[in-house]
């Protein structure tokens, strides 16, 4: 079983940068690959960004050159580093686990946090 905790959400204004932890249990971190997804109200939870264990990453093209997920293994958490922030940003922001290989889809991950708000005003 593995425990997910995001914090770091908040309120930014336009074209400000925050960026999202999530802290995992167990001893295992470095065998999942992590997701971020987001939602936003009256929409589908979706893919943000992932990474593999080994640092392969992968992100949604409205995030593309924005957006960087990173991990550090030590500390078994990972991290969604937000730039240049817009207000069609603003959502729910999820962490999420799965073994194997990063997927984009929502599906295959086991495991998810809580989730933390991200609100970009304009």
């Not at 295992?28 to 997804?37: E, P, R």
């Not at 991290?79 to 922030?85: K, P, R």
Request: glycine share 12%; net charge positive; proline share 2%.
């Amino acid at each position: 079983q593995v425990q997910l905790v995001e914090s770091g959400g908040g309120l930014v204004q336009a074209g400000g940068s925050l960026r999202l932890s999530c802290a995992t249990s167990g001893r295992t971190f470095s065998s999942y690959a992590m997701g971020w997804f987001r939602q936003a109200p009256g929409k589908e939870r979706e893919f943000v960004a992932a990474i593999t264990k080994g640092g392969s990453t992968s992100y949604a093209d409205s995030v593309k050159g924005r957006f960087t997920i990173s991990r550090d293994n030590a500390k078994n958490t990972v991290y969604l580093q937000m730039n240049s922030l817009k207000p069609e940003d603003t959502a729910v922001y999820y962490c999420a686990a799965r073994l194997g290989l990063y997927s984009s889809s929502r599906h295959d991950y086991d495991y998810w946090g809580q989730g933390t708000q991200v609100t970009v005003s304009s």
